[in-house]
Nanobody, 131 residues
Framework: QVQLVESGGGLVQPGGSLRLSCAAS????????MGWFRQAPGKEREFVSM????????YYSDSVKGRFTISRDNAKNTVYLQMNSLKPEDTAVYYC????????????????????????WGQGTQVTVSS
């Protein structure tokens, strides 16, 4: 199983940027797709982004597309989420996720993965967008 630890959250003004990092340990990191979910106060967890094991394909929810960028460095066992043009509605706890067999191409057809599609979860990092 992959162990995941997020960092990089914090308080940022609307329009600002943050970069989240997810350090992974375990033998299967470089062979599994990774992703990010988030959970806003009073709301359910929602899919944010996903990247294939090679980093060759990336996928985003409509709410973050064009503003967020996911990437990975398999040599460093790390996944990143660059968040630009942040909005107050991006305020949430962000979770790094891994170990999935979900087919990323489904996202392009409007089918987002659910929580049960990922076998490993980090503890989460708080992102607050406020002036």
């Amino acid at each position: 199983q992959v162990q995941l630890v997020e960092s990089g959250g914090g308080l940022v003004q609307p329009g600002g940027s943050l970069r989240l990092s997810c350090a992974a340990s375990g033998p299967t990191f470089s062979s599994t797709a990774m992703g990010w979910f988030r959970q806003a106060p009073g709301k359910e967890r929602e899919f944010v982004s996903m990247i294939t094991w090679s980093g060759g394909s990336t996928y985003y929810s409509d709410s973050v597309k064009g503003r967020f960028t996911i990437s990975r460095d398999n040599a460093k066992n790390t996944v990143y989420l660059q968040m630009n043009s942040l909005k107050p509605e991006d305020t949430a706890v962000y979770y790094c996720v891994g170990e999935t067999t979900f087919v990323g191409a489904s996202i392009s057809n409007g089918y987002y993965p659910g929580e049960s599609d990922f076998g490993s979860w980090g503890q989460g990092t708080q992102v607050t967008v406020s002036s």
